[in-house]
């Protein structure tokens, strides 16, 4: 389930898109986002740590995307905030992958293909949707993301 925290972040990176390289504030991106601006704040933080906005201070300063909207995608922010796509971690590729903890054999899980399709349906999906095309779409308001 895609955590609160997820949304606000996916609804203020869409709000930059929309604003095609135009600063914007935490606090107009809160009013925008439908976010509460303490909390926006700190995801925006994290954003920027890991490279999907950049902050500038001061008088003059805001937030826009670190990278053009085409090439941010929805999975990429969701990893970000919420961590892998994955329901369980023997369906993770790469780093996130390990044996589940109540699994004595991964190869004779009953329910490991069903999770690896569905990891791969969601990360297709999610892989595809950039916040370009969200931006464009407009219908990532507030209400399509709750």
């Known amino acids: 389930m895609l ?8 609804r203020a990176l869409v709000e930059l898109a ?12 809160a009013l ?11 995801i925006l933080l994290e954003l920027a740590r890991n490279h999907l906005v950049v902050s500038r201070r001061g ?38 992958f390990r044996k589940c903890d109540d699994c004595p ?4 899980c009953s329910l490991r293909e069903a999770l690896l399709r569905a990891r791969d349906a969601t990360a297709d999906v999610l892989e595809g949707y950039s916040l370009a095309a969200a931006a464009a779409s407009g219908s990532l308001g507030a209400a399509a993301l709750t």
């Open 105 to 108: 054999d991964r190869d004779a």
């Open 18 to 29: 929309r604003a095609e390289g135009v600063q914007l504030t935490s606090g107009e991106l």
């Open 3 to 10: 955590s609160q925290k997820a949304r606000y972040a996916l």
């Open 59 to 96: 008088k003059f300063g805001g937030y826009t995307l670190a990278r053009p909207a085409p090439e941010i995608s929805f999975a990429e922010v969701i990893r970000v905030i919420d961590g892998p796509l994955a329901l369980a971690p023997c369906v993770s590729p790469r780093l996130h």
């Open 32 to 42: 925008r986002a439908d976010a509460p601006r303490k909390f926006l704040e700190a």
